[in-house]
């Protein structure tokens, strides 16, 4: 084995050591963890914050794009942010470790209980802030961790578990080692991090679509589960129904950040409304500095453009002759995150309800909203878009734990 591949081994064998001291924490203990972190966050704001800044410097001068900048970046506003959002999931409940299911004949009865998988893994893309919220996930469903990110942000990583992480579930009595950051930064960490079933037998995938699916891939050749987060793109349909002010307000709400993977990225317009629509939604789009790819189009109409650091600001607009023909291409020629309609009629909503499959669905409301926080009101690890049964959509704490049929006596 090469000597990325021991280092990443080595993380997880610490993990795994470490994994039953925060299983059999009790719930006081976790959030007390948790509430440490974000006490810290804030102790240690300027220490985090002048790593983070080294670390954007370092990309700048190797050429990295505006929306990727704005990823690695931790300004003191999100910093708070971070904070805020640990303290919330401090007070979120625990997921109930026992639940009773049925009563069985000869006086038995059925229970379901909730056990961590153990050692999680984590692949994720240059965002120091995914690295507290991964981590944090991790700590409230009981599961150690094994968290490897991109050379970027690498070193606000790491002074984020030095300083924040591990001194909070220390001081919470919990053993440290069971959250592990690779400390490497080549890319062939992440290939080692999914050859470890017996040492990390599921791992969260989040970054860019190739990279992401070729990792799942190579998991399932060594046995390792993933839940995978490759590819976004929010689409919004304005139908012949919609209030053409709030489809401006809707276009401009949905690209905040271009560098995200729920942000809008195909727009499409009933021909009936598109000639009175326009001049609002182009000038919502010059606001953002966005450019519209107009038809034709060069590129496949679900292209993401978050992922392309040269094009970022950029959105596809199309013209469609129907519902069912803005359904057709938001199930059949994006990624299925999430699609939303603009409209005052109620039955075009249901019918793009009912039509639409993927992962979240939107009636006069913003993609952007496709977010653990947003939604859910704690972090997410990433959004799956699975169309199988198990986790979709934002995962959070709550989806991180295998399931275990108890018979006893009743």
């Known amino acids: 084995m090469d000597e990325v591949g021991k280092a990443v081994e080595a993380c997880a064998r610490a993990a795994k050591a470490a994994a039953p001291s925060l299983a059999a924490a009790s719930a006081e203990a976790v959030d007390a963890a948790l509430a440490g972190m974000a006490e810290r966050l804030l102790a240690h704001r300027d220490v985090i914050l002048e790593a983070n800044q080294a670390d954007v410097a370092r990309a700048t001068a190797d050429g990295m794009s505006a929306g990727l900048l704005d990823r690695l970046t931790i300004t003191p506003e999100r910093l708070t942010g971070m904070a805020e959002q640990l303290w919330l999931l401090a007070g979120a409940p625990h997921q109930e470790r026992t639940v009773d ?44 961790g094994v968290l490897r990110t991109g050379s970027a942000a690498l070193g606000s990583a790491q002074r984020l578990r030095e300083v924040v992480i591990a001194p909070a579930l220390a001081e919470a009595g919990i053993d440290a080692d069971c959250v592990q950051l690779v400390p490497r930064v080549e890319r062939e960490a992440a290939s080692a991090l999914v050859r470890l079933p017996d040492l990390v037998p599921l791992v969260i995938l989040r970054g860019s679509g190739d990279s992401t699916r070729a990792l799942a891939t190579e998991a399932a050749v060594h046995g390792v589960r993933t839940l995978a987060h490759a590819d976004g793109g929010g689409v919004l349909y304005v139908d012949r129904g919609a209030d053409v002010t709030k489809a401006r307000d809707l276009v401009h709400a949905s690209l905040d950040r271009l560098g995200v993977c729920n942000r809008l990225n195909l727009l499409l317009i009933h021909e009936d409304l598109h000639d009175e629509a326009w001049p609002a939604i182009s000038e919502a789009l010059a606001d953002r500095g966005v450019t519209p790819s107009l038809a034709p189009h060069e590129h496949p109409i679900g292209y993401e453009w978050a992922l392309d650091s040269d094009r970022e600001a950029t959105v596809t607009v199309a013209t469609v002759g129907s519902l069912a023909d803005a359904v057709q291409i938001a199930n059949e020629r994006t990624s299925g995150l999430a699609a939303g309609i603009a409209t005052e009629d109620e039955s075009a909503a249901d019918a793009f309800f009912d039509g639409y499959t993927g992962t ?4 006069n409301a913003p993609t952007r909203l496709l977010d653990g926080f947003k939604l859910l009101a704690v972090p997410e690890t990433g959004i799956n878009l699975d169309k199988v049964p198990g986790p979709r959509g934002p995962v959070t704490y709550t989806d991180l734990y295998v399931r275990q049929y108890a018979v006893l006596p009743a």
């Open 101 to 144: 299911v049925s009563t069985l004949d000869g006086g038995l009865r059925l229970v379901e209980r909730r056990r961590p998988v153990g050692v999680i893994g984590a692949n994720y893309e240059a965002r120091p802030n995914v690295t507290v919220d991964v981590a944090s996930q991790l700590v409230k469903s009981r599961n150690a």
């Open 360 to 363: 979240g669905v939107f009636w």
